[in-house]
């Protein structure tokens, strides 16, 4: 993708993921800390942050494609090159979204399958579970890491972002109103 009604699709694309990618992160640590907002946002938040992912690189190549095409300044490589490390926060926050969301489904589906009814001599399986939906050892670690994974989220999404408007904006405007400026 390289433009969109004429302008460059990175200049698009670059807000779905400085809105989208913040917002998955929060919504993972309130999800992992948080019983209440596990069971409401769990699966809407492990489809949102898969989608991040493939978006990051949709972005990143879009601007890549825009970098080849404007002036190469100190500025517009310090972001191209912040711009790539997207990926790599991206991934933590969805792989985290989808262990939160897997362990809330395992959590639904109880300890066992197969219950005898009343009267019943059938004997209860035990369901396994892979991520121990129980254990508060695993939750504490999964809490920790997720909260790990949105701040680094967060703070990527913070340089690359300043980066980008650095290189778009230093040098590019006034202090004083233009002679033109509408006046209220």
């Keep these: 993708m390289t433009t969109v009604n004429g302008l460059p699709a990175h200049i698009l694309l670059v807000h779905a993921i400085v809105v989208l990618l913040p917002l998955a992160a929060l919504l993972l640590v309130l999800s992992a800390l948080w019983p209440a907002v596990r069971r409401k946002v769990a699966g809407p938040n492990a489809i949102l942050s898969v989608l991040v992912v493939v978006l990051v690189p949709i972005t990143t190549e879009a601007g890549e494609w ?27 926050v969805a792989v985290l979204a989808l262990v939160v969301w897997w362990r809330h489904r395992e959590s639904l589906q109880g300890p066992t399958s197969g219950t005898p009814s009343a ?10 579970t892979f991520l121990a939906p129980a254990s508060t050892a695993v939750t504490v670690v999964i809490a920790v890491l997720s909260i790990a994974a949105a701040g680094a989220a967060w703070y990527d999404v913070y340089r690359i972002g300043d980066s980008g408007a650095q290189a778009t904006w230093q040098g590019q405007f006034s202090s004083a109103p233009a002679p033109h400026g509408f006046e209220r």
């Design 66 to 92: 825009l970098e080849r095409r404007i002036a190469s300044t100190p500025l517009v490589r310090t972001h191209t090159e912040l711009g790539d490390t997207a990926v790599y926060v991206a991934i933590p």
């Design 119 to 128: 009267g019943s001599t059938a004997v209860a399986t035990r369901r396994r």
